[in-house]
């Protein structure tokens, strides 16, 4: 039991797949959490450019 402690704590082979794994993970989330804040922030931009375009259009008088 003991060797066998031993050797886990001395092989590296599964260390480089736990590091993928969690750099993966990191990269997945900082591309949710950006794709999730850049469409928050179009939505706002295009809301406010749909407002100032209805409100310009409205400001426009009609052409007997």
Request: aromatic letters at 10%.
């Amino acid at each position: 039991m003991q060797n066998l402690m031993k050797r886990l704590v001395r092989e590296e082979a599964g260390q480089d797949l736990i590091e993928y794994a969690l750099l993966g993970s990191f990269v997945s989330l900082a591309a949710y959490l950006g794709a999730n804040y850049l469409g928050t922030a179009l939505n706002s931009w295009y809301s406010a450019v749909g407002g100032t375009a209805t409100a310009g259009a409205a400001a426009v008088p009609d052409i007997p």
